[in-house]
């Protein structure tokens, strides 16, 4: 890693030589990458991680005494550790491996989901929720007869806390909400969330897949019951993730695959189970990817998440001000800078956002188009889909500027053959 601490270096400036694709070109025009809620770019120790693992220690876990395998499950295990301490969990017992954040919600929601839900219960979601954190609970509520209810917008396009507060009751098992929206870019608040859930007895999860990666997250200030998060939008592998989920509640919950690695004892016709958080890990693992994990976690760690939040809330603001000067633009979340996350989504009157995105990827610049696995939240704000620019610590006020000059012309462009 090459960051450096000087004042005449912005934090994107000092990070930009450790991210290779940042410097390549596209169309003939160098890169400039807005698509980081989708996910992000890895740096070269996260690179290097995967490389060294194959290349000096490639084994599996947990199965030999051999060299390679306890080094390997030495790396494995250090990795869960990192995260642990980068989220605040108590043990890193509290952290299980999944593939991504999908995988994490659909384990609580079959393993715990199917155990503690039946019919009369609810569960409580929003109307901005991923798609990843809404079907799991739709397929448990056609299998418990669990009723979903959903927290509505306020009229700034933010989480209505006051609406939620009047679906919370002594029927709620379940709060699942999102952290941070990847289409309206609001925060929401989870703690007074989870605080309010927990008087009534109510579960909390939280999708963190669009929070873990931008900003501090303390798992026990915030007190949920479980956090999924996407190791692939943390400058970390793809097909890695994990779940957080307290000690005591995750020891009571059934596994959620059965298999290899995660049993004690095995019978012919019975099995008792391992301890956290093998219980829940089945199979040969992603090694390689929990190991890259954890280097992205220490290269994120080295930097500081207090910086780089302060340094995407910078660039947020900029990004806003510059949008809000496009008369054609509307863009959809609170307006306030300082209460969104470091990402917008916008329309531009008639031009559908697929050929607003195609024609900055002609400047080679490249943002998101689509319903951003978000359809239901597209139907309530009224729009098929949107065009969204997402940013992190890597990217410059340059490239935003060079975004807005492009994105200025292909409405221009567009203008022209609707006139």
């Known amino acids: 890693m090459t960051f450096i601490q000087t004042k005449t270096l912005n934090l994107a400036e000092s990070v930009r030589a450790d991210f290779p694709i940042l410097h390549r070109e596209v169309h003939g025009k160098p890169l400039v990458y807005l698509d980081n809620a989708a996910t992000s770019q890895k740096p070269h120790a996260v690179i290097h991680a995967l490389e060294h693992y194959y290349s000096h220690y490639n084994s599996n876990v947990h199965r030999g005494v051999h060299t390679l395998s306890a080094e390997a499950t030495d790396a494995y295990e250090g990795a869960r550790e990192k995260i642990a301490k980068f989220v605040n969990a108590v043990s890193s017992q509290e952290i299980i491996y999944t593939r991504n954040a999908t995988e994490a919600i659909n384990l609580v929601a079959y393993s715990w989901g199917l155990s503690n839900l039946q019919r009369g219960d ?9 798609h990843s954190n809404l079907i799991p609970w739709q397929l448990v509520a056609q299998k418990t007869g669990a009723r979903l209810k959903f927290v509505q917008l306020t009229p700034e396009e933010e989480f209505d806390f006051g609406h939620y507060q009047s679906l919370v009751n002594d029927k709620t098992k379940l709060v699942s909400i999102v952290h941070v929206s990847n289409t309206l870019g609001c925060i929401n608040p989870v703690k007074e969330i989870a605080a309010l859930a927990h008087q009534y007895g109510a579960k909390v999860l939280i999708d963190a897949c669009q929070s873990v990666p931008h900003m501090p997250i303390d798992v026990q200030d915030i007190d949920c019951d479980w956090m999924a998060v996407s190791g692939h939008k943390m400058c970390g592998p793809t097909g890695i993730g994990f779940l957080y989920g307290k ?4 020891r009571s919950t059934p596994p959620f695959l059965g298999g290899g690695e995660m049993i004690a004892d095995v019978f ?29 976690v220490d290269y994120l760690t080295n930097i500081g998440m207090d910086k780089i939040h302060a340094y995407e809330a910078e660039l947020t603001a900029y990004l806003m001000e510059k949008l809000t000067q496009l008369p054609q633009v509307r863009i959809y979340g609170p307006k306030a800078p300082k209460e969104r996350a470091a990402l917008a989504a916008f329309t531009c009157g008639e031009v559908h956002p697929h050929d607003l995105s195609t ?32 940013l992190h610590f890597y990217n410059t006020k340059g490239e935003i500027d060079i975004f807005i000059a492009s994105l200025q012309e292909s409405i221009e462009f567009f203008d022209s053959i609707f006139s």
């Open 359 to 390: 024609m900055l990827d002609q400047a080679g610049i490249a943002i998101r188009a689509g319903h951003h696995c978000t359809q239901p939240l597209h139907r309530f704000i009224k729009a098929q889909s949107t065009a969204r620019a997402s």
């Open 247 to 250: 000690l005591n509640l995750m």
């Open 268 to 296: 012919l016709e019975n099995a008792t189970y391992a301890d956290l958080p093998h219980k829940f890990e089945a199979g040969t693992p992603a090694i390689a990817e929990a190991i890259g994990l954890g280097a992205a």
């Open 122 to 130: 609810e569960i409580i979601l929003s109307v901005m929720e991923h």
